[in-house]
């Protein structure tokens, strides 16, 4: 069944509200191409590297975080596993890892259908998202790439939080 509904153009570019609010925040970033930007956040852990892309045909404006796995071909399966444990956690977004690429990726996407243009709360809402979600999952895929643990076992190990005072 298809849908012949008119799609109005957009007054802003939703990438340029984004490289707006790049700009308003001193990031370092880099535009390009029209339909895409990609930002450098720094976070506690690790500086990340957050890129938007304007999906024109489906209206969405797609964040992605990705990171880079270069450890032993056999922990690919345990990686996998820890994903889909984590997964199951998230209430927005999702994590992803692209063999080909060998890129562990945080993807969350903003609809936009009919027009509606992203405001730069929304913006910053997303990069917050995938920021948040990397720097909280980003030790369990440490543990399971370099210290050999098991997905479970990664993932308690890097949500344990200590309580008082030494």
Known sequence: MSLNVAQPRKPVHPVDIVEQLAALNDWIFDRSALDEISISVDGRLSQYDVTFTWLEDI???HVSTAFEFKGPEARRAELRELISIINEQLW??????WLKDNVIMFRHSLLLAGG????GQQCEALIKVATEACERYF???????W????ARDSL????FETAGNA
């Not at 030790?139 to 790439?145: D, G, I, L, N």
């Open 156 to 159: 308690d190990l890097a949500m």
């Open 147 to 150: 210290a050999g643990k098991s």
């Open 59 to 61: 209206e969405a404006l």
């Open 116 to 119: 509606s243009e992203p405001s």
């Open 92 to 97: 927005v977004g999702h994590f992803d890892y």
């Open 139 to 145: 030790q369990a895929f440490q543990y399971v790439v």
